[in-house]
């Protein structure tokens, strides 16, 4: 239904989600509520390893900043992907779920030395290196190491991926990653070949997230590609991995298309092989880093309707008992969303309403202008697509507690995440 293979209704006219009632899991565990479809999730994983793993001999490391906690490891870890972290706290996240760090890419534009030091500690497998001072966090904790370590350089390739300003991280005028239009790429990799305890593996970059096309990769391959043949020229050096990132786009609201991973994948390792090839270099191994494209549509958010206010004329608003502290996406990005009553699937009593959240913004809008069907209070909404940077970028703002997250798998359900008390709320007051 709607276009999810997944979602469905049953005999009650209740939106199901893996087989379970929606309406059901409302009552069985309160709402706001992330539900997520494990087998969606794992749907979507074998996917990339049959499209990019298996036919292309690739790897893939799931970007965990979208949706993390240590069940989502241990599929992940069961899938056979890697993980992308960016904090101390994915590091450890990943390492209590015991997943194969050797599996672990690290990024960030600004990784401290404690993290830098768990990184080496818990045996992360790739280190990517994005800045100067980096490098010299590096050189001082592996003075003491009689090991090497293996990172990647992350170059920002100066394309400009279409999407939100936010979101962008490949254009020139970036925060993130070694510029290749001065002399910081080469003065970072000559660097990095100087120190003994280093072994530079090869080169990383990533445009943007929620990208819907598939020629801006084949550009961004096109700059890595002539980037590693000048190192070779230069250094005598070819690489062993190309990490090209994430940013695949999903299906949010209409206008947007759902893309098989293929989509994506073909066009990044044709490009590799012909350019490579081409340039008479090695053919590398190519590392994905899809997030949202993994765990976006897998997951919708349940809330119980409440307040509706219509100003006579001008709009009905219909509030729900969560809002940007479990979804910020909207008033950030301008994020759009559709939703519909999980209690009212076959109803075509259909109004024009904008679902608002119940923190003290103006802008605490989920959803403007949507079509429902006729609303009231105490029905269950269901907002679709919300799996990724739902609950990993949920806050606590007007102490709200953060949601519960329900793993359902065939028909069964189980909570990954408990709901936050309000006794966890003062846990660290003093
Ligand atoms: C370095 C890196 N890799 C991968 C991703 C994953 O992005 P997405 O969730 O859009 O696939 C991001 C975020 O945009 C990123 O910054
Ligand atoms: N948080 C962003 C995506 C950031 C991607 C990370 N580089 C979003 O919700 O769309």
Partial sequence: ?????????????????????????????????????????????????????????????????????????????????????????????????????????????????????????????????DNFYEIDCLEELLSVEDRKIDVLIRITPGIDGHTHEFIKTGQVDSKFGFSIFDDSADRAFQRLLNLKNINIKGFHSHIGSQLQENEIYKKEIEVLASYVKKIKDLYNFEVDELNVGGGFGIYYVEGDIRRNISFFTDVINETVISEFNRLNLKKPLVIIEPGRWIVGEAGITLYTIGCIKEIKGVRKYVSVDGGMADNPRPPLYDAQYTAVLANKINRNDEEIVTIAGKCCESGDILIKDIKLQKVESKDILAVLSTGAYNYSMASNYNRMRKPAVVMVFSGKDRVIVKRESYEDLIRYDV
Wanted: charged share 30%; proline share 2%; net charge negative.
């Fill in 1 to 129: 239904m709607l276009g999810y293979d997944f979602i469905d209704y049953n005999e009650k006219g209740n939106l199901t989600i893996s087989g379970c009632d929606c309406v059901e899991l409302a009552k069985k565990y309160g709402t706001p509520l992330y539900v997520m479809s494990e087998d969606e999730i794992r749907r979507r994983c074998r996917e990339i390893r049959e499209n990019h793993i298996e036919k292309y001999n690739g790897f893939a490391v799931y970007a965990s900043k979208a949706f993390l906690n240590k069940e989502m490891c241990r599929i992940i870890k069961s899938e056979g992907l890697g993980l992308d972290v960016v904090s101390g706290g994915e590091i450890y996240t990943a390492y209590s779920a015991e997943f194969p760090m050797d599996k672990v890419i690290f990024h960030g534009n600004n990784k401290t030395m404690e993290e830098l030091e768990m990184a080496i500690k818990y045996g992360v497998g790739r280190i990517v290196v």
